[in-house]
């Protein structure tokens, strides 16, 4: 991408909600960071911009934005067809996958259809992992829970000997278990049940706003920010 025109100097005001750890939390001075707060960050920097990262109740964001309270929601929310009709998006920087865990010693690189046959699985019960599970994976045995502790829950007690579900949430339990589970298989990315992705949201009235945006995102791809900022948040990582 070629570098936008800089155009005349404006505050940018990100916004962000403050509780939802590793992407965007309230950190130990109480002042937000996260994958998405640091990356947004980085984008201002990248463009000599002056922002502020303003933290909002998780269900005002949108509305935040769309009644310009704020230029950019710095959410980690999934990109869906409703959020695309009310806003523009930024490329995408991060798609949640989901995830199937099993105790370390169980844990194989290739984890398919036969290997999984008649298998008790743990999922949280409503959820689109249960749903995927439901339609494309009808020959396993779900082991429907309340919550992902209930499922790990399932697991640890060998009720269940997997437990499918969000890649990030799984990979904190992982770094929370001491080794006692792992990751099995590969990271399952089918967007009509796991969103098509997080990206920057802007309203649409500002077009020169997402150019300069997808320009910093493609920079700090490639001086090696990007990364930088992945391992940091990301210890054990969904992928």
Known sequence: LDRPEPGPPRVVRFLADDDYPPFHFAGPDGALTGFSVELARAVC????????????RFDTLTDSLAEGRGDVLAAAMNLTPPLR????????????????ITTRGSARAVL???????RRVAVVSGTAHQAFLEQLMPFVQRRESANLNAAVAALRS????????????LSLALA?????????GGPYLESRYFGEGVAFLLRKDDPALKR?????????????????????????SPY
């Open 85 to 100: 009709e009310r806003f523009a998006a930024s490329h995408l920087y991060f798609r949640a996958p989901a995830r199937f």
């Open 112 to 118: 398919d259809g036969t290997v999984l046959q008649g």
């Open 212 to 236: 300069a945006i997808d320009y910093a995102l493609q920079g700090l791809w490639d001086d090696g920010t990007y990364a930088r900022l992945y391992l940091r948040f990301f210890p054990v």
């Open 158 to 169: 060998g009720e269940a000997e997997y437990v499918f579900g969000d890649g990030v949430a």
């Open 176 to 184: 929370g278990s001491g080794g006692e589970f792992a990751f099995s």
């Open 45 to 56: 920097e990248k463009l000599a911009w002056t922002c502020t990262i303003q933290p909002r």
